[in-house]
């Protein structure tokens, strides 16, 4: 069973930069893409990065050009560097994995950490 173990996120001032971390245990498959959804208060959550084995992202447009995704394979580790922070980006941030074993995909969370950006 895989597991996710979230790290990072807290408090920051707006303009500022957090770094949230992930890492998955227990998979037996490969985890293809990892990435990061959040759910602002209020509001559904909605994607913000996934990065793909080969080095492959996908951004939502709120966030291009201020967080950056990254991954270590061989860690089965995902960070997000969140940069030029804006009271909008506060909000409950998920890693998500898929887990790929051999024709089945199993959706994985986390289970989620705060971010707050103060204006």
């Known amino acids: 069973q895989v597991q996710l173990v979230e790290s990072g996120g807290g408090l920051a001032q707006a303009g500022g930069s957090l770094r949230l971390s ?6 037996i498959g490969m985890i293809n893409p990892m990435g990061w959804y959040r759910q602002p208060p209020g509001k559904q959550r909605e994607l913000v990065a996934t ?3 080969t080095g492959t992202t996908n951004y939502a ?5 201020r ?4 991954r270590d394979n061989a860690k089965n580790t995902v960070y ?5 922070l804006k009271p909008g980006d506060t ?14 995909k ?3 969370w ?8 103060s204006s």
């Open 51 to 53: 990065i793909r084995v």
């Open 67 to 70: 967080f950056t995704i990254s």
């Open 91 to 104: 909000a409950v941030y998920y890693c998500y994995a898929a887990h790929l074993f051999y024709t089945a």
């Open 22 to 27: 992930c890492a998955a245990s227990g998979a």
């Open 110 to 117: 986390g289970q989620g950490t705060q971010v707050t950006v």
């Open 106 to 108: 199993y959706d994985v």
């Open 61 to 65: 447009d709120s966030v291009k050009g």
């Open 80 to 84: 997000l560097q969140m940069d030029s």
